[in-house]
């Protein structure tokens, strides 16, 4: 194994780690966010954070199976890392950034109803746990580490 896919394989396994720290965030902000989606006033927030929920989900998961179908077919050299599947991550820290400017600004609003702030925080709260972190150092990785970034921008 030469040195480039030895470093292919270190980049596949910190960002498997983040996907397992990032997952059980989506699991836990998404059920919340399904709630603000069907609070008057809060829907379309509530169905931006969902499908930010369910894009982040699907493209961990396929990067993850992407992975293990490489294992199964590997004969000494990686067959190829699928960092395509994770190309959603070469921005989504910028809008998971922007979502959480109009979380904290509602959550601030103090013309607003009590239990919708605190449903609000409790959303705020299950992002900044472990979602923002995973979500920062997986984008950040993409554009550093991988050519996938520069090709979805054009």
Do not use: W
């Not at 836990?28 to 809060?42: F, I, N, Y």
């Not at 910028?94 to 925080?121: D, F, H, M, W, Y």
């Amino acid at each position: 194994m030469n040195v480039v896919s030895t470093a292919l394989l270190g980049l596949s396994a910190i960002i498997a780690l983040l996907i397992g720290v990032l997952l059980p965030g989506v699991q836990q902000v998404r059920p919340l966010a399904v709630e603000l989606s069907h609070t008057s006033g809060m829907a379309s927030l509530g169905n931006q954070i969902v499908t930010f929920c369910d894009d982040a989900e699907s493209s961990a998961k396929s990067f993850l199976l992407s992975l293990a179908d490489d294992a199964d077919q590997a004969t000494g050299e990686t067959a190829g890392v699928p960092y395509d599947s994770l190309a959603f991550f070469c921005d989504a820290d910028s809008k998971l950034a922007t979502l959480a400017g109009e979380i904290e600004a509602l959550v601030n609003n103090r013309r607003l109803p009590v239990v919708q702030r605190q449903r609000l925080s409790q959303i705020q709260g299950a992002l900044e746990g472990s979602l923002v972190p995973a979500v920062n150092k997986i984008s950040e990785l993409m554009r550093d580490k991988t050519d996938v970034c520069s090709t979805a921008a054009n």
